[in-house]
């Protein structure tokens, strides 16, 4: 992976990175990653991602 930088971290553990030659590499806090064509979509992933492993870890029926 070609990594020019980190955009983004965040509280939860995500981050965001630009690779060369254009896109972003997009990890969630459990370390599963994408590459991302735009900034718009690589932020609006890593939204669902960290709002499905937050509804994931709250109150959960038995």
Known sequence: MNLMGR???TPMG???DSLRGGGYW???RDRNCR???GL???EE???ER???LTHDSVFRST
């Open 7 to 9: 955009v983004v971290e």
């Open 50 to 52: 960290e709002r499905g």
């Open 35 to 37: 590459e991302m064509p």
């Open 26 to 28: 997009v990890c969630d």
């Open 40 to 42: 718009w979509e690589a």
């Open 14 to 16: 995500s981050t965001i």
């Open 45 to 47: 992933y890593l939204r």
